[in-house]
């Protein structure tokens, strides 16, 4: 919960809820990356009489096969768990409630943005090639690609690579530093922690980062240098988290959750920032490259589908105006 990411903003809006209702709020943690390490957690909030149980990320799908339908009385509540994660066979109990996200449109956005903004020399480091990061980074090469037709270049590079992990350490660092060294000019962090990597491998040589799930430019620029982030490609995690917990406790509207696994993404075309998916409010917007009407525009023709973004994982997503360099893992 100190991922200044994804975990962390899960964590806080799960506390700012049960602060504001006066509801009993406790955070288990489990002792090692491991399906009985989450399951062990798990029981032990049940057995603390904790009945709703919020949790992110792919890797409690084993934890919630083995828990959930045991627990009947107990509600769960997973955001980036999917049918890929549970497995085709696992039928969702009623008292399960899953929530999944359109990333591959929030990582258009950012990367037509960063090619709208000038950069053309663009990195993605992603973290473990789950489906989640897979449609963030196969969107932003959808988005540069456009991005780069529309201003008629064929001159864009982009070097795609994921770390194996969900955290920064000295050989990608390293690795990065060979990226930026070699002209790389922005990259996409995509992947928890690992945005240190390429923070410090940008700020050796002034260069630039896009963040993600969260607007984290208060972190990379605090951390590394102001003006750092150009943008970040967000989902809504925290309004998930207190609409959900809202409506299933304080409303009794479970019924509208129970047993199903939600996809969510654009609610509006008028208002970007009512969407579950969209750039932070701090995007470094340029009037004449690409401004705050030219980021409402695209909004809207990705909502009216006038736009359209792949959200095929299963192949590498094909472009006409620019030159990626398909890496693999790291490690």
Do not use: H
Not at 79 to 84: N, S
Not at 100 to 126: D, I, P, R, S, W
Not at 215 to 233: H, L, N
Not at 290 to 310: C, H, N, P, R, W
């Amino acid at each position: 919960i100190t991922d200044q990411s994804f975990n962390q903003t899960t964590y806080e809006a799960c506390k700012a809820f049960c602060e504001e209702k006066g509801i009993d709020f406790n955070y288990f943690k489990p002792a090692g990356d491991s399906d009985a390490e989450r399951v062990a957690m798990i029981e032990s909030s049940i057995d603390e009489g904790y009945n709703v149980v919020v949790m992110p990320g792919y890797a409690f799908a084993g934890a919630i096969k083995e828990t959930a339908g045991t627990y009947s009385d107990v509600t769960f509540i997973a955001l980036d768990v999917g049918a890929g994660d549970l497995g085709d066979d696992y039928q969702l109990p009623s008292n399960l409630y899953c929530a999944v996200y359109q990333e591959e449109l929030c990582g258009y956005m950012a990367g037509y943005a960063a090619v709208k903004l000038g950069y053309k020399n663009l990195g993605f480091l992603g973290g473990m090639a789950v489906p989640a990061v897979v449609r963030y980074g196969y969107g932003f090469v959808q988005g540069v690609d456009a991005a780069a037709a529309a201003l008629g270049l064929t001159d864009v590079k982009l070097n795609y690579v994921y770390g194996g992990q969900f955290y920064g350490d000295a050989d990608i660092t390293a690795v990065m530093d060979t990226w930026y060294a070699d002209g790389t000019e922005v990259v996409f962090a995509c992947g928890g922690g690992i945005y240190t990597s390429a923070a410090e491998a940008a700020k050796k040589v002034n260069a630039k980062v896009i963040g993600v799930d969260v607007d984290q430019k208060g972190i990379i620029d605090g951390d590394y240098g102001e003006g750092m982030t150009v943008t970040s490609a967000m989902k809504g995690l925290y309004p998930t988290t207190i609409n959900a917990l809202t409506d299933i406790i304080v409303g009794g509207k479970w019924a509208d959750y129970a047993g199903k696994i939600e996809t969510l993404g654009l609610v509006s075309g008028d208002d970007p920032a009512a969407n579950y998916v969209q750039l932070a409010e701090t995007t470094q917007f340029a009037d004449g490259k690409f401004s705050k009407d030219d980021y409402a525009a695209l909004v809207k023709g990705m909502f009216d589908g006038t736009i359209t973004v792949s959200n095929d994982t299963s192949v590498e997503p094909a472009v006409t105006n620019v030159n990626v360099s398909w890496l693999g893992n790291l490690k």
